[in-house]
């Protein structure tokens, strides 16, 4: 199984960004998929996730700001970043678990003060 993700990039402060990521080589659903980030010399931390039947769970961080969601294909999962902060900046990782976790390789955004 392997998630690819996309729609990063340099966006200023205030701005709008849409992650998305697609999963390939699986015949289950993710019960459970969602985006972690990991900063410059920081700990990797969860950002969104949301469930099969659309639960979500966001950092409070990141609450008022972002909104998770998952397409209508299986196993597609999107992040839309509104009001984007320069402490966004980081590496956004993929996610993806159902009995065992799975991780995509990551996508760059950086917002500029």
């Known amino acids: 199984v392997q998630l690819q993700a996309s729609g990063g990039g340099l966006v200023q402060a205030g701005g709008s960004l849409r992650l998305s990521c697609a999963a390939s080589g699986s015949i289950f659903s993710f019960n459970i998929m969602g985006w972690h980030r990991q900063a410059p010399g920081k700990q990797r931390e969860l950002v969104a996730l949301i469930s099969n039947i659309g639960s979500t769970n966001y950092a409070d961080s990141v609450k008022g700001r972002f909104t998770i969601s998952r397409g209508n294909a299986k196993n597609t999962v999107y992040l839309q970043m509104n009001s984007l902060k320069p402490e966004d900046t980081a590496v956004y990782y993929c996610?993806?678990?159902?009995?065992?976790?799975?991780w995509g390789q990551g996508t760059l955004v950086t917002v500029s003060s």
């Open positions: 996610y993806g678990y159902s009995g065992s976790a799975y």
